[in-house]
């Protein structure tokens, strides 16, 4: 224990000695103006000697890295992403390996499975896991009279939501079902997470077979229920503090407002379930450090400083994405932090439940493969075109970026060698 301490001292005794110019800290997620100022201004207040940090748009940060890679300039110290956004960085050999990180942090209690994901199937720790977080439902109390007989709110169907939706539009003469489906909305995670892995078992694998078709299918007959306003909503917690909507899907960090300042007002649960099981999307958040960074030192306290107990816990309060070690929850917790938890903790328990990583291994494509998804929302759902048609040409879409970019299939579809295939 001795010696494990005097290294963990060692590693990050440097920052005594780094220079006053802030490690710079490139991150895609908390890029919204008002989380990135709360990163600044709560989570990195107290470290020293200060961080710069910078929010990047998911399909720039491979781009960048590269050029600086290329250019041999490097400006980034630190980088945050989730795991398919950091996944295209290792066969660059951007990535600096972090096992003197992962041995000096070991008693933060990192859980094995997240430590594993860091590894990219190598036997070199890449990113040091910092915050987790997935999708949730959130329903106004004034909803729950109206639930299907016989139902159980933590394990829904996705049959039963429809029918929710309907008894809620006759008691209101409103349709009150709500999807982040505005244009910086999440609505793409839906269908690549939940809707379709609850459906068909898989993304990629299965985008056009039969199981598909009935998902999108029984899914346009839905968004009959929908708040039509849904177009617009970019974050759900705003259109259910104003009672636009009563029932409504997001991730957790986009609902946390209204959880946290109407407690007394909102219940959270799962996403529904459908023939499959209960598809649902962990999002896990990682720091990385590339090669050639100019403060390797500064880079790796901070990463000290992002995984501390008190830091973690305080990222939960304040940024809707939680704790990755074994830091236990305070239990001064505010009701609305305890209701995203509970959902969270519902989520990854259930028995049905089927994990889908977001996608990896697309790079630059990325968008142009969430797209796709939202393409096939468009015409199907907004535009009511035959779905088996649109699948056809969707799917032919998928299957070219899955090729271009020789990225492999990733849960829930079945491991590939090469590109995964559109069946």
Request: charged share 20%; hydrophobic share 45%.
């Amino acid at each position: 224990m001795l010696r494990k301490t005097l290294f963990a001292l060692s590693l990050f005794a440097s920052i005594g000695a780094q220079a006053a110019d802030p490690v710079v800290f490139l991150s895609t997620q908390l890029r919204p103006l008002e989380a990135a100022q709360t990163v600044r201004t709560v989570i990195l207040k107290d470290f020293k000697p200060g961080a710069e940090f910078v929010p990047e748009q998911p399909a720039e940060l491979v781009t960048r890295l590269k050029a600086e890679a290329q250019a041999g300039k490097h400006t980034i110290s630190l980088i945050a992403g989730v795991h398919g956004e950091l996944q295209p960085l290792v066969p660059e050999g951007i990535l600096t390996p972090l096992d003197d990180v992962a041995a000096a942090l070991k008693d933060r209690g990192f859980a094995p499975d997240l430590m594993s994901l860091g590894k990219f199937g190598t036997d070199k720790q890449l990113f040091i896991p910092w915050m987790q977080a997935t999708y949730i439902m959130v329903a106004n109390k004034k909803a729950l009279p109206y639930l299907p007989k016989g139902a159980d709110i933590n394990a829904l169907t996705y049959a039963q939501l429809a029918e929710w939706g309907d008894a809620l539009q006759k008691a209101t003469g409103k349709r009150v079902l709500g999807f982040p489906a505005g244009p910086t909305g999440l609505m793409h995670r839906f269908f690549e997470g939940f809707l379709l892995p609850s459906y068909t078992g898989g993304v990629v694998t299965t985008f056009k077979s039969p199981e598909a078709e009935t998902a999108w299918t029984e899914f346009a007959a839905l968004w009959k229920f929908v708040n039509p306003n849904s177009t617009n909503i970019n974050f759900m917690q705003e259109a259910l503090m104003t009672g636009d909507v009563w029932v409504g899907f997001d991730h957790v960090a986009r609902m946390i407002d209204a959880l946290q300042k109407q407690p007394d007002d909102f219940v959270a649960f799962p996403a529904p379930a459908g023939p499959k099981g209960r598809g649902w999307m962990p999002v896990l958040v990682g720091l990385g450090i590339p090669k050639g960074a100019p403060d390797v030192a500064g880079a790796k306290a901070l990463i000290d400083h992002l995984t501390r107990a008190d830091i973690q816990i305080t990222t939960a309060k304040v940024a809707g994405f939680f704790p990755v070690t074994s830091a236990p929850l305070p239990t001064d917790l505010d009701a609305g932090n305890k209701a995203a938890v509970a959902a969270i903790q519902k989520t990854g328990a259930a028995i049905d439940g089927i994990a889908a990583l977001l996608p990896v291994g697309l790079g630059a494509k990325s968008g142009e493969f969430d797209k796709a998804f939202l393409d096939t929302f468009q015409l199907i759902v907004l535009r009511g075109q035959p779905v088996k048609a649109v699948l056809e040409k969707q799917g032919a879409t998928v299957q070219r970026l899955m090729t271009e970019t020789a990225a492999p299939c990733w849960k829930p579809d079945a491991a590939s060698t090469g590109a995964c295939q559109v069946k």
